[in-house]
């Protein structure tokens, strides 16, 4: 078994957002511009539903980040960074 993270799984990450939700700093970076916001819900008919806000962000050091908030469980997440 591999111990190295596979790319296609959500990693946590720390994420500090505004009371609405929207990120301000994502891993200590800050965030510069929000580049889209979108939210997914699927498998609503199954045991582990899927409800994420996702957003993409630009840091202010340059680098684009897709992070989504779990809306059913509160944690922070990134596909990629």
């Given at each position: 078994?591999?111990?190295?993270?596979?790319?296609?799984?959500?990693?946590?990450?720390?994420?500090?957002?505004?009371?609405?939700?929207?990120?301000?700093?994502?891993?200590?970076?800050?965030?510069?511009?929000?580049?889209?916001?979108?939210?997914?819900?699927?498998?609503?008919?199954?045991?582990?539903?899927?409800?994420?806000?996702?957003?993409?962000?630009?840091?202010?050091?340059?680098?684009?980040?897709?992070?989504?908030r779990d809306l059913?469980?509160?944690?922070?997440?990134?596909?990629?960074?």
């Amino acid at each position: 078994m591999s111990t190295q993270s596979t790319p296609n799984l959500p990693r946590p990450i720390r994420v500090k957002a505004t009371s609405q939700g929207k990120p301000v700093a994502v891993a200590s970076e800050e965030v510069d511009a929000i580049q889209e916001s979108w939210i997914v819900q699927d498998c609503w008919w199954t045991e582990q539903p899927i409800h994420r806000r996702y957003w993409e962000v630009v840091t202010a050091r340059g680098h684009s980040i897709v992070v989504f908030r779990d809306l059913i469980g509160g944690r922070w997440f990134t596909h990629r960074s």
